[in-house]
């Protein structure tokens, strides 16, 4: 295996994304030269898990939401280089506070029974998110529009967060103005007169039970599921954009992990998407008839440490963890080249991540003697006990992990010999089930602060816009059971830059902003991002025009797949 | 004569019933398997009983040992009314009573040796302490019974039925009973062995100055061992009395049936055979009056209807019939 | 007979009472917290909403209120919903079991096909070649983990045999385009099942046919057999007549109690061979902590079980003279 | 008298992991026309096996290994499967020790006295079981027609060795071998079978071969018997001459050694020791160890078979001089 | 004295005193199969415990300075990380240094798989132990004092019985997933013991019932002979053959179920290696196909151990037939 850096597709899918153009004609442009291409042909995709729930707002796994990505729309979408393209809606503006998205729906769009597509399905599909009975876990996407706490909370039955102008407007009104509103306009669109037939204010219980049958506006309609085995989906015929979603059938079928790479070679399946396995890439790219896209993955693994208890509160322990913790062995023994580091919070998709911000900022490169420095600096000596002790206490990590995962597999005797051998810290390590230390560091996360020092998770990131990922884990409001800032990091400052940065609601004005955000997390070492991985899509060479990237999924690159046999 | 016998056991009116399931919402039922019987044994002699399988004679004779709670009635023993002992004071009653088994095969713990099986009820008792006193005991005993003293170490595999049985009648002297039951001790052995044992019992009986409660359905068995004989039939006692009496002059139809049945081993007395007809009821559901009236080739209607008293008709002769001597 | 049955069932209701019972505490003990794993792995749900709907599911109140409460569906036909599959688990069971039910059946008739001859022949021809020969083999059936089996098998098979397909239960792409005859809807499903049938059969056979010599051996030693011989029978007759009557009783026992275990162990091949049977659905639930469906698959299996063994009962009721119930 | 069976040097033996053991050790016997053979012996002298070795019963790891039976002059060891099975339950029949366990539980008491009929006689079932209810009459089975359709569980014992004598004669057997028939039953119920075996021997003149090891039984019933010891047969005399003139110390003890009704005495003679075990059987006579009369030959060597007069041999080198053979 | 002597043993025939166990071992020894599944098992543990220490020997034995006394230490007590873990290593196919080759971690297959066997083993040998322990103590209880108990604990036990027994270990020990790793092999000694006990507990009961109804245990009522003696010295001897048994066939099936949960990811769970979890790597495709090493020999060593120990089964209670020494 070679170094990360000398990896060509890598690169060029970086380049891609940062050359990308803005513009909602471009797309239709580009459709017009492509109109040649009839609608016909099969891709079989290899998924481990079939389940069924194929309702947008109560969905939960992965493999759910391709089904729903496929056979609902949204207001509008974004393009592989992450613009928005026009989906449901023709157009849309802002108001000059920033508070307030209007959008203008296709007067042309119809659900797959026939019936057209309104503003009012809009409104109800936002209704459905806020009602107080609903047990979804999309609430988050309506809870920052104006009234919603008044409706979630069953006091009133107005919603002024969202409300249809005419049939074929569509307004939103949120509590701030925030850039990031904009992404929360996108939900599927679900047809009231199906799914509102069984719903009430207060009483969603019927909707829930809709799952099976979706019914959309998408590109496609469920043909035929049966559990466990497949799902099958039909082009819509009656799908707005004729010149979209060219594949005539997607198969979703079930494979297991023993036999997944088998079944591609044979044929089974056409498609297999977000491989890592380097062995499995080796095949791959041996294999004469399939093509292989990769991309860095969009998220990473990574190592929160307990910034509010223990040694690891201490910035200067944190540092020396991260200084002689060698990610670049891990990366290239683990994924033999397939990985990168990253010393950054955001995804590698974020528009906040450029190239020359990443070469600038500081890097943790390997280096011992500068851990063993710093820690004797800040008077943590080896003492009798063989330790590092500071005023009688032991440096002593509690360290988290799973059973089963390869990765800590590999971690842990990494930090044995580095952590332990050599910087003489005495570290505990654990091993609790994955819902158990979900329980210890989120939902009973307060009772458990003093419980562990750091632990072992993965992240993967789906939006384009670098404040989620930052304010979620950094925010000090975001301390406490349930909450997701599990380091409890907390940093007054930083708090401030990130409400700062949100109400920038220009993207690029916003760039700064949030390379500082980072900078100052990456100087802390609030965490350590580990490893971002490259994924891989293998796909048989009969699919042309399939495009994939961290965020831009399979699923929204069937948008310009074709296949040519 | 009589009163110069000294009773050892007085066995009056005793009833041992065993309850039997007969489904969840019924009733449950009984087995009579004792139904009040009453008889004195006297110190030295060797009382028979006899009848047909199950009759209640293995019933009757574990519960004179106190193996089973009467239901119903008294044991006394050497003046004592044992019936419904404690366990605690049983275990002093043992040392008195015991019993020796009819299988040669289930009655010996196939895990342990001679040594154990003799000597261990001794070492629980306390009558001697472990060592070569205990030793010279068991050899002692073992070779009263027919053994060799280098039997001791050996297991109940390794001898033959006669053998065991001996084993068994050790294991029961040990203890230096006063009494003893013999269910059906030779039933299960051979002829040639039969008589070994026989032997054997008849002269320790004499020795230890032991009473004998010898059950056996085999009356010429009976015969040649016991002093006095009782005839049972479905749970109770239809004749008792000696035993020349009883081959000579028996009173009750069924003991006459019984003798009648025997095939003698003697070709020159070609017997009849059938005697009676039928086999023996349900002791379940006992049949009314008297119990033999069913099979009884002089029954009358007042058969059916009253239970015989058990009476001595003669003296030292027990019968339950209404007509015996009539007939 | 009615009556024998009806207290028969009645016997069961404690029996699934106390067993439910016990998985429900079970299931209690389960890390993670279910309205978590209700909501979906990394669901952004504030805490409060989060209380509002483990009021909503009822997984505030105390368990034995839940286990009343849960009782109380299940008695009005009620299993719940699955999160996973979200739809009624009764729906999602009933899908499932039939699939379950194929791959069994056809285990079990193969099983019984040859494990019945080969055991009464073994018995037969004891410590013979023939006999030898099937305990080697049934000593190695049953020293061999079933998904060890399973997985020599694709090993052996993968990319080498094309027509026999390594998993699922049908092509999917002939399933949605539907059939064009029943047949080659058959011959499409066997092929599937080749496999994991072959692995069912070979395990189940290696218990069966031991049970069978021993109880024929058993049986052959009686004295009614050597009165069967005295009166001139053929050897066949004399055993598949006599001997095999006989025999079948403590193998109709055995049989009752098979068939659930066979269910049960056909867990681990429908996880190896993507079956999609009710031993994934468990597997399913377990993983992503969908309570009501774990429950109520695990009192299928114990209700298989015990109906198992209630259908064991009556049938050695029908076919022993000597405990036959009116 | 017709000889219906003759046996000659019969001699079967088991090989077993621990060693040969010879159940029937060389034996001659006839049975005729009529009679009733008695074979006495103690337990595991082979008794048993002798009557199973006429019928070809013997299984693995037992094997007739010398020998010769001639039913009718027929000789049936070594015969196909097909006579064999033609001869057995039609003209030889056979009831066994345990009425409780000789029946099949499984199938009905009809069922069981016809398969034999069907067989043989090839009727049809329904012939068949109206022959069944007529023999169940003849074996004195009240209310044969409802007992026919029963299965052996509802039956006592008594019953039980009836219906397996009514089955061993369905088909009119010139030779019946009745194993121990009534040592699992009660005396009143041994003596109604014993007159009932008795009763059909004179009404269809089947011979009888009736083992049993109770020398009263073998006194009631018998014309002729053998006396068994470890596999051979020591003595062989008419009833009334082996009762009344016993030559084989065996036989003798055997005799004295029982309780009577007809006599008392205050001890029984005893056989002292016992039978010897198959796998250390004594190099001369099998039961010098135990006999009072012992000589030195009788260590050494087995004895021929002597005869006394016409009827009546022992083997037993006192009887040397006397007889030839 | 010495004359006294001489005369007993001229009169002693040859019959030596053989107690029943002794002439079980006889017998035992004269089984040539059950021979060599115990001389295999006995291999067996020896291996697993041997080898792994062998590799610590090899590694300590090169490392600097290191004492004899440690290195004494080190190598008795095997540390599990002792196999060399070397990431660039990983994945190497047997060769002479690592006999089975690597894993994806660079560790030595055949380290890892004689530590694992350990740790199969020694859940097969507690599980055993606890069945063996619960199935005596329940069975006894019910046994010898009959009645009420008796009736009570059976009705326990046949509810117990019908749990389904696989989807019921998976979920308890699903729901047991907060022990830590080092401990899940408790669990599911824990979870094996619990379910299996009532088999045991029934054949137990069974044959102190039918004790208790043979004449020498009426015989020690006569004698007065204490409970505890009658339970001690004269019921439990009468049973230990079909413990051991049952002990030994039970081992067999734990380490089976063992290897099934684990393989299912709810048994032990690494980098604690057991068989199960070692062939669990297989549900990787690329293990599957391209790395058959890692996975085979701990499905082989299953196989061949349970083999072995069913042999060695099925031997003892052919040895301990109690027909043979009634
Ligand atoms: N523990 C018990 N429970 C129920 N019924 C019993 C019990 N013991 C004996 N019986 C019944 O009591 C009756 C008498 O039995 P018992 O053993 O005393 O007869 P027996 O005369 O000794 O017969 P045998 O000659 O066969 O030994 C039988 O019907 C038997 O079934
Ligand atoms: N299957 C067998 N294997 C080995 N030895 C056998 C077998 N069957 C019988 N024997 C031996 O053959 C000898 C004769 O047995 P047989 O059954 O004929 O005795 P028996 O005279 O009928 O005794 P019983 O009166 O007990 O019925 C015995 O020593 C017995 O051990
Ligand atoms: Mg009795
Ligand atoms: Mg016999």
């Known amino acids: 295996a070679c170094g990360t850096d000398e990896d060509p597709v890598d690169e060029e899918e970086n380049g891609e994304a940062v050359e990308g153009e803005n513009g909602e004609d471009e797309d239709e442009g580009d459709d017009e030269e492509e109109a040649a291409h009839e609608i016909g042909g099969t891709v079989m995709v290899g998924v481990t898990e079939i389940s069924g729930n194929f309702n947008p707002a109560y969905y939960s796994s992965s493999y759910d939401g391709y089904v729903v990505d496929l056979t609902f729309q949204t207001l509008m979408n974004r393009d592989i280089d992450g613009n928005w393209v026009m989906e449901a809606a023709d157009d849309w503006e802002v108001n000059e506070e920033g508070d307030q998205i209007t959008f203008y729906m296709n007067e042309d769009n119809y659900f797959s029974d026939g019936e057209q597509v309104t503003a009012h399905d809009v409104v109800w599909s936002y209704k459905l998110l806020s009602d107080p009975s609903y047990t979804g876990r999309y609430g988050s996407i309506a809870d920052g529009l104006l009234g919603y706490d008044e409706y979630a909370d069953g006091d009133t039955e107005d919603f002024p967060g969202v409300v249809a102008e005419d049939d074929f407007t569509v307004v939103f009104t949120f509590q701030e103005p925030l850039r990031t509103n904009i992404a929360n306009t996108t939900f599927h669109i679900m047809p009231e007169h199906y799914y509102g037939e069984a719903m009430e204010y207060g009483d969603t219980e019927g909707v829930t039970e809709l799952s099976t049958d979706p019914i959309g506006s998408g590109p496609y309609t469920l043909g035929d599921f049966a559990p466990e085995e497949y799902v099958y989906l039909e082009r819509n015929l009656d799908y707005m954009y004729e010149d979209l979603f060219l594949i005539e059938e997607i198969l979703l079928e079930a494979t297991e992990m023993t036999t997944e790479m088998d079944d591609l070679l044979t044929g089974t399946v056409d498609l297999l998407a977000g491989q890592i396995d380097p062995d499995n890439i080796r095949d791959a790219e041996a294999a004469e008839n399939i093509n292989l896209n990769s991309y860095p993955r969009s998220g990473y693994g990574y190592v929160k440490t307990n910034n509010e208890f223990g040694p690891t509160a201490e910035k200067e322990v944190r540092q020396a963890l991260y200084y002689s913790f060698n990610l670049e062995e891990f990366v290239s023994e683990y994924f033999d080249g397939y990985a990168n580091t990253q010393y950054h919070p955001y995804s590698q998709e974020s528009w906040a991540v450029t190239d020359e911000w990443v070469d600038s900022i500081a890097a943790y490169d390997f280096d011992m003697d500068r851990a063993k420095e710093i820690l004797d600096d800040a008077d943590w000596q080896v003492g009798d006990s063989g330790y590092r002790e500071k005023d009688g206490e032991e440096l002593e990590l509690f360290i988290l992990t799973m059973p089963e995962h390869d990765i800590l597999e590999t971690l842990v005797p990494m930090w044995e010999r580095d952590w332990g051998g050599e910087l003489d810290i005495n570290l505990n390590i654990s091993q609790q089930e994955f819902n158990s230390i979900l329980d210890t560091i989120i939902y009973d996360s307060d009772a458990n602060v003093e419980e562990w020092s750091m632990f072992f998770l993965a992240t993967t990131i789906t939006s384009y816009d670098p404040h989620g990922t930052v304010e979620g884990s950094f925010h000090s409001r975001n301390i406490g059971s349930g909450q997701n800032n599990t380091s409890r990091y907390s940093n007054p400052e930083l708090d401030e830059m990130m409400d700062d940065a949100e109400r920038i609601m220009d993207q690029e004005e916003a760039i700064p902003a949030y390379q500082e955000i980072g900078e100052i997390l990456t100087e802390d070492a609030a965490f350590m991002p580990v490893y971002a991985n490259t994924y891989f899509d293998f796909y048989d060479e009969k699919i042309v025009d399939f495009e994939t990237h961290g965020i831009y999924n399979w699923v929204a690159a069937m948008r310009h797949a074709r296949i040519e046999e | 004569m009589r009163d110069k016998r000294e009773p050892i056991l007085e066995v009056k009116n005793v009833k041992k019933y065993f309850p039997v399931s007969a489904g969840v919402f019924k009733k449950p039922l009984q087995v009579k398997a004792v139904d009040d019987v009453s008889f004195t044994m006297y110190k030295g002699e060797t009382l028979g009983l006899v009848g047909e399988s199950g009759c209640g004679k293995s019933t009757l004779g574990r519960t004179i040992v106190r193996l089973y709670e009467p239901t119903d009635g008294e044991i006394i023993f050497k003046g004592n009314d044992i019936s419904h002992l404690s366990s605690h004071k049983l275990k002093y009653l043992r040392q008195q009573m015991q019993l020796i088994f009819q299988d040669p095969y289930s009655s010996l713990n196939p895990r342990m040796n001679v040594n154990s099986i003799v000597g261990e009820a001794m070492l629980t008792h306390k009558m001697v302490k472990k060592g070569p006193e205990y030793e010279d005991r068991v050899v002692e005993i073992v070779e009263k019974c027919g053994l060799a003293a280098y039997h001791v170490n050996r297991y109940p595999h390794q001898f033959s039925g006669g053998q065991r049985q001996r084993i068994g009648v050790a294991r029961a002297l040990a203890l230096n009973p006063e009494f003893i039951v013999a269910d059906e001790p030779v039933s299960a052995l051979d002829v040639s062995v039969q008589s070994q044992v026989l032997n054997m019992m008849n002269s320790l009986k004499d020795e230890f100055g032991l009473s004998y409660l010898f059950i056996s359905h085999d009356l010429s068995v009976v015969k040649h061992i016991s002093d006095r004989i009782g005839v049972m039939y479905l749970g109770s006692l239809v004749e008792l009395t000696n035993k020349e009496a009883l081959y000579e002059k028996p009173l009750h139809p069924y003991t006459k049936a019984l003798l009648a049945a025997i095939p003698e081993p003697d070709p020159t007395k070609i017997k009849k055979m059938e005697a009676i007809k039928g086999e023996i009821p349900s002791n379940i559901n006992t049949p009314s009056g008297c119990k033999f009236h069913t099979r009884c080739p002089y029954m009358k209607d007042i058969c059916k209807e009253e239970v015989p008293e058990f009476r001595e008709l003669e003296e030292d002769h027990f019968v339950a019939c209404h007509f015996a001597g009539e007939i | ?326 | 008298m017709k000889e219906i069976l003759k046996v000659e040097n019969l001699t079967t033996h088991f090989f077993t992991d621990k060693g040969v053991v010879r159940a029937v050790d060389g034996n001659s016997f006839s049975i005729y026309e009529g009679k009733t053979l008695g074979v006495v012996g103690e337990s595991g002298c082979g008794k048993s096996i002798t009557a199973m070795s006429i019928l070809n019963l013997i299984e693995k790891p037992g094997q007739i290994v010398d020998g010769s039976v001639k039913f009718l002059g027929e000789e049936l060891v070594g015969t196909t499967d097909k006579r064999i099975r033609e001869i057995r339950g039609n003209e030889i029949s056979m009831i066994f020790q345990e009425p409780m366990t000789s029946l099949n539980p499984v199938f009905k008491v009809g069922d069981q006295i016809g398969e034999a009929l069907i067989l043989h006689r090839n009727m049809s079932k329904k012939e068949a079981k109206n022959v069944g209810i007529e023999m169940l009459q003849l074996v004195g089975i009240p209310r044969a027609e409802k007992v026919i359709d029963d299965y052996p569980h509802q039956l006592s014992g008594g019953m039980r060795q009836r219906v397996m004598i009514a089955m061993s004669l369905a088909c009119n057997p010139k030779l019946l071998i009745a194993d121990e028939p009534t040592t699992a039953l009660d005396v009143t119920i041994q003596a109604q079978i014993l007159s009932l075996m008795n009763r059909l021997k004179t009404e269809t003149d089947t011979a009888i071969m009736m083992i049993t090891h109770d020398l009263g039984v073998v006194a009631q019933m018998a014309d002729h018997v053998l006396v068994m010891y470890s596999g051979k047969i020591v003595e062989s005399a008419p009833v009334n001459e082996l009762y009344g003139n016993p030559k084989h110390p065996y036989t003798i003890g055997l005799l004295k050694s029982i309780p009577r009704l007809d006599e008392t005495r205050e001890e029984l003679n005893t056989i002292e020791g016992t039978v010897p075990s198959p796998f250390e059987l004594p190099q001369g006579c099998y039961f010098e160890p135990r006999c009072d009369k012992a000589m030195e030959i009788c260590k050494h060597k087995h004895p021929e078979t002597y005869k006394i007069n016409e009827n009546h041999t022992a083997s037993c080198y006192l009887y040397a001089e006397e007889g030839e053979e | 004295m010495s004359e006294a002597n001489v005369d007993q043993n001229v009169n002693a025939p040859r019959l030596k005193p053989e107690g029943p166990w002794k002439i079980a071992w006889n017998r035992f020894k004269k089984n040539k199969i059950a021979l060599v599944g115990g001389i295999s098992f006995v291999a067996i543990v020896i291996a697993v415990i041997i080898i792994p220490m062998i590799y610590s020997f090899n590694l300590w034995r090169d490392v600097e300075g290191v004492t004899t006394g440690q290195l004494v230490r080190e190598t008795l007590n095997v540390d599990l990380r002792a196999h060399g873990f070397e990431l660039e290593n990983s994945e190497q196919p047997p060769s002479r240094e690592n006999l089975l080759g690597t894993d994806r971690q660079g560790r030595d297959v055949m380290f890892r798989l004689f530590y694992g066997g350990r740790i199969s083993m020694l859940v097969g040998v507690l599980s055993a132990f606890l069945t063996v322990t619960l199935g005596t103590l329940v069975g006894g209880v019910a046994g010898y004092y009959g009645g009420k108990t008796d009736g009570f604990l059976m009705r326990f036990a046949e509810i117990v019985q019908s749990i389904p027994f696989l989807p019921m270990m998976m979920v308890i020990s699903a729901a047991m997933r907060w022990v830590p790793s080092e401990q899940t092999m408790l669990v599911v000694v824990f979870v094996v013991g619990i379910l299996s006990w009532p088999g045991l507990a029934r054949v137990v009961r069974g044959q102190i019932l039918s004790l208790r109804e043979q004449e020498f245990m009426q015989a020690t009522e006569i004698l007065g002979i204490s409970d505890t003696s009658r339970i001690g010295r004269h019921l439990l001897p009468n049973v230990l053959a079909y413990i051991i048994v049952s002990a030994t066939l039970g081992m067999g099936s734990a380490i089976l179920m063992e290897a099934g949960l684990s393989f299912l990811g709810l048994g032990v769970t690494p980098p604690m290696p057991s068989w199960g979890n070692m062939i669990q790597t297989a549900r990787n495709s690329t293990v599957f196909l391209n790395y058959p090493w890692i996975w085979i020999p701990p499905g082989l060593m299953i196989m061949l151990t349970v083999v072995s120990v069913n042999l060695l089964g099925e031997g003892l209670r052919d040895a301990f037939d109690p027909k043979e020494i009634r």
Not at chain 3, 69 to 90: E, H, M
Not at chain 3, 124 to 146: A, I, Q
Not at chain 3, 165 to 171: A, C, E, K
């Open chain 3, 1 to 326: 007979m009615l009556r024998f049955l009806g207290k028969r069932l009645l016997q069961l209701i404690p029996t699934l009472l106390i067993i439910s019972m016990l998985i429900f505490i079970v299931l209690d003990f389960m890390p993670g917290d279910p309205v978590q794993a209700y909501l979906g792995q990394g669901s952004e749900v504030s805490p409060e909403r989060q209380e509002q709907i483990r009021e909503q599911l009822g997984l505030d109140r105390p368990l034995p209120i839940q286990y009343f409460n849960w009782l109380g569906r299940v008695l009005t036909g009620d299993l719940g919903r699955t999160n996973i599959y979200n739809a009624d688990v009764s729906e999602v069971i009933f899908g499932f079991i039939w699939n379950s039910f194929l791959l069994n059946i056809f285990a079990l008739i193969f099983a019984l096909l040859i494990a019945i001859p080969v055991g009464i022949k073994s018995a037969v021809k004891k410590y013979g070649l023939f006999d030898n020969f099937f305990t080697v083999f049934s000593l190695t059936g049953v020293s061999m983990p079933t998904f060890f089996f399973a997985l020599i098998l694709i090993f052996l098979f993968a990319r080498n045999i094309e027509w026999i397909p390594l998993n699922g239960m049908r092509t999917s792409i002939m399933a949605v385009r539907g059939y064009d005859s029943l047949w080659q809807n058959i011959v499409d499903v066997g092929r599937h099942m080749l496999l994991p049938v072959l692995v069912l059969t070979m395990t189940s056979l290696a218990t069966l046919t031991r049970y069978t010599r021993n109880s024929v051996i058993e049986v052959i030693n009686q004295d009614y057999i050597r009165t069967a011989r005295s009166k001139g029978l053929k050897e066949k007759v004399v055993i598949y007549k006599h001997a095999f009557r006989n025999a079948l009783l403590p193998l109709i026992t055995i049989l009752g109690m098979w068939v659930p275990a066979l269910f049960g162990g056909a867990i681990l091949l429908e996880t190896v061979f993507l079956w999609p049977g009710i031993g994934r659905v468990l597997l399913n639930g377990i993983t992503s902590q969908d309570l009501s469906l774990v429950m109520a698959t695990l009192v299928f299996y114990a209700l298989l079980r015990v109906i198992g063994n209630l259908l064991a009962d009556v049938s050695y009721g029908l076919a022993d003279p000597r405990v036959r119930v009116k």
